[in-house]
């Protein structure tokens, strides 16, 4: 073991993370059909693009579970942040959140409520990133879960599952674009839970398609190409 | 504080009812706990006889038909839009679903949970209300309670303002004479009572010098003061005068005047130039004077019209009238009293009208009084349903003369004719676009002539005469000798109980147009046209409900009831098997009568075509509810007069 890497020892695993790991061991089975999954469809508002130096001003999510949107379990969370007030904020209206969550509680609840579902985000990349650099600090490595991002999904339905990538205009797959082709209403962008609704309700369309493309569980639906 | 979702849930679910009557916490309780589902073109949502669920549902966007299974086929029984509560059953008394829900375009549907909901039905009266009423979609698939209905929507009504002043139909059109007649103290009581019969006055101001006010005396002291105590009208008028007298200015307005009368019990009052009583004389305002400006009394615009011969007169008494009419209907009054009074303000200006071309025509023909006529209405006039000065429908008959005065005749009444339409049309009635008036040489015949129409209708019941008899059958002596009327009556009855199959054909006439479902893109309503998108009331709900309503009526040959609302009545009481759906039909009949007069008075038209965008979803829904017993109405005509054998 070098001495570096002993410096940038990994922070010990807290309790809470260990919990949720043991609750992540037994994998969702892929024969599991669409209407049995759980999904906590997320997203958030962060100071910046750079995952190393920005951090998350608001999380935003809602389950799916047999098809619906449960908006009893809709939350919308403001974390303490180095970054608050940073330059970002006043594009998302973010200034002055009046209570912030300490990183800790953050990241207990963030863990306490995506459980073993499966993550589903626009985008989702760029929030796992900034959201493991949070959940990091407290032991995780990485989130085990099972993860969907609409936008991939969205271009899989329309190109096919062998699409080039390279030729195909993502701006048109941008959430404003997909909503407005699959008759969403946006009201309430930029802020994380309005999006997070946006693209649930988006999630739930685009699982109507995949049925009709015979794509009918979990192994069909994470099938990478 | 709720999120941005549960909140983006809850604007959604308050723009419509029940949702829109909760309170902000109910209203966030109920948007937390929602489902939202995405169905496709295609799915069923619920089928029909499965166990209900725990929820029941909102539409949010998309195309939902509630159908039932019958052995025929489906049936659509209700379509579903946006904003659409349904499958309520769950809700009320978890039966299982009458109507199964078909996903017609891809549909996002909020699923409310009953546990959350039931709490709210039991707490708030509106929302109890709501349902009880049968607004939901599919809610009681065969016939609604209408009165519940119409209970609720004025219970929902918006609270449009206080009319508790609107009886004043215009504050400053309060006439005050400031023509005073007046006189000085020492004048005798004989001529002052002279100079007020002169002046047709009931009272005069007694005045010193620079004419200010010392007395008054009215009618009432002379009666009681002088007649009925023996005093001498040589006296001087000082000695029986009201003194001092309660003296207010003009610029006080209305209601302090008219408090200052009713505080003092005085029913006339002095109004002078500073408001005190040594200033001049400058108008006097009486009790009558504020009787007459309550322009919102029936009573006080048929006294209005009874004792006026101008017609400028009578168009403004009527046009105050259509005020009076706005209130009564947005004030839910009972149907009945509202059109009984609207027929009689109608009547007396038709009966005015005639004194009026009666007196004209007197010079030019002095034999022709004495020729018995009468002036019939026909149509919803005829029917006592007219609340809007909409097309006139009328007619004249006369008594049979012998050849010899014909011509004469002919051309009186036909000159009487037109002048009782050219009143009535100077007092803002439109002219009947078909013709069918007192004016039109056709509709202004002898007896015989009116007979040999009857019969020939009743015996040759062409499309065009089963037209005619949907609006002449319906007649109603105005004005006139009525006995006429009745012996024609007498004829009609005599010809159809000789040609039964007459009913047969007009049974069929009344099935032509078929209810409306509801109102979803253009499914009901006008395809082209001016009225292009419009709901057209009076031919799809209306006229087939008046059509029933005469046929049955006169299959029991029940004379002397021509109000279609009252014509259901008697038809209850006379087939106490149908009472239920009698009743039913007859209110439905009343609530279509003001949603068209209120639709009518808000665009300043006929209110024929309704705008169903512009409805309200409680509107829309008393109007769906409306059509329920047309359907059941045409298929009881159809069997019993056996219209299925009939048509081959």
Known sequence: MSWWKFWKAKPAQRDFVS??????????????????????????ETSGLDPRKDSILSFGAVKVSGMKI???????????????????????????????????????QVLAYVGNSIIVGHHIGFDLEILGKQLGFFGLERLPNPVLDTLSLAIRLEHGPHADRSRIHLESYSLDSLCARYGIETEDRHTAAGDAFLTAQLLLKLLKKCRQKGILNLKDLLKNY | MSNVIVRRVAEFLKRFPPFSFLSPAELEGVAQSVEIQYLEKGETLFRQGEAARPHFFILKEGTIHLVEDAAKGEEIREVCDEGDVFGVLA??????????SKIVENSLVYAVPVETFGKILEENSRVALFFAAGFAAGQVVVRQDLSQGQKARSAFKSASGDHSLLIFSDQSQVKVSEKVLTCSPETSIREAAQLMT?????????????????????????????????????????????????????????????????????????????????????????????????????????HGLMNTLDVGDMRIIRDSAEQMLRYYLENEIAMEFVASVMTEINDVIISQAIVIAQTQLRPDFPDMDEIRFCFLSMGSEGREEQLLRTDLDNALLYQDVPPGRQSEATEYFQKLG???????????????????????????????????????????????????????????????????????????????????????????????????????????????????????????AMLPLTDLARLLVLSHQVV??????????????????????????????????????????????????????????IQRQLLKNAFAPISELQEIVNIRFQLDYFRR
């Open chain 1, 19 to 44: 919990e949720f790991l043991r609750a992540n061991e037994e994998a969702i089975a892929g024969a599991r059909a669409l209407e049995q999954l759980r999904f906590t469809v997320l997203d958030t």
């Open chain 1, 70 to 108: 449960q908006v009893s379990s809709a939350v919308e969370w403001y974390p303490e942040s180095p970054n608050n007030g940073g330059k970002t904020a006043p594009i998302h209206g973010l200034v002055g959140i009046p209570n912030p969550i300490a990183a800790e509680d953050f990241a207990k």
């Open chain 2, 91 to 100: 809700l009320l008394g978890k039966r299982p679903y009458l109507l199964r």
């Open chain 2, 198 to 302: 002169e002046a047709q006055v009931s009272s005069i101001v007694v005045c010193g010098q620079g004419n200010f006010p010392l007395g008054i005396v009215t009618d009432k002291d002379l009666r009681s003061k002088v007649l009925a105590s023996g005093v001498s009208t040589a006296r001087a008028v000082s000695e029986v005068m009201t003194s001092p007298v309660v003296t207010a200015k003009k610029q006080d307005g209305f209601s302090n005047i008219y408090l200052s009368m009713i505080r003092h019990r005085l029913h006339h009052l002095v109004l002078t130039e500073d408001g005190s009583a040594d200033s001049p004389v400058c108008g006097i305002i009486s009790d009558h004077d504020i009787f007459l400006s309550m322009g919102n009394s029936p009573a006080v615009l048929i």
């Open chain 2, 418 to 540: 037109e002048l009782v339409i050219e009143v009535l049309l100077a007092c803002g009635f439109a002219p009947c676009p078909g013709k069918i008036m007192a004016s039109n040489a056709e509709w202004n015949q002898p007896l015989s002539v009116w007979k040999g129409y009857f019969s020939e209708w009743i015996l040759h019941p062409t499309p065009e005469a089963l037209m005619k008899v949907s609006i002449f059958f319906d007649y109603r002596a105005v004005a006139g000798a009525k006995s006429l009327a009745e012996e024609l009556t007498q004829h009609v009855y005599q010809e159809i109980a000789h040609k039964q199959i007459f009913l047969n054909f007009l049974a069929q006439n009344a099935l032509k147009n078929p209810p409306p479902l509801g109102f979803f893109k253009d499914f009901v309503v006008e395809k082209s046209g001016e009225n292009r998108d419009q709901f057209d009331i009076k031919s799809r």
């Open chain 2, 560 to 617: 002397g009831i021509n109000n279609t609302f009252k014509r259901f009545e008697k038809l209850s009481e006379l087939e106490p098997g149908n009472a239920e759906l009698f009743s039913q039909a007859g209110t439905a009949y009343e609530i279509l009568m003001r949603m068209r007069a209120l639709e009518g008075l808000q665009h300043h038209s006929s209110g024929r075509y309704i705008h169903p965008k512009s409805l309200g979803k």
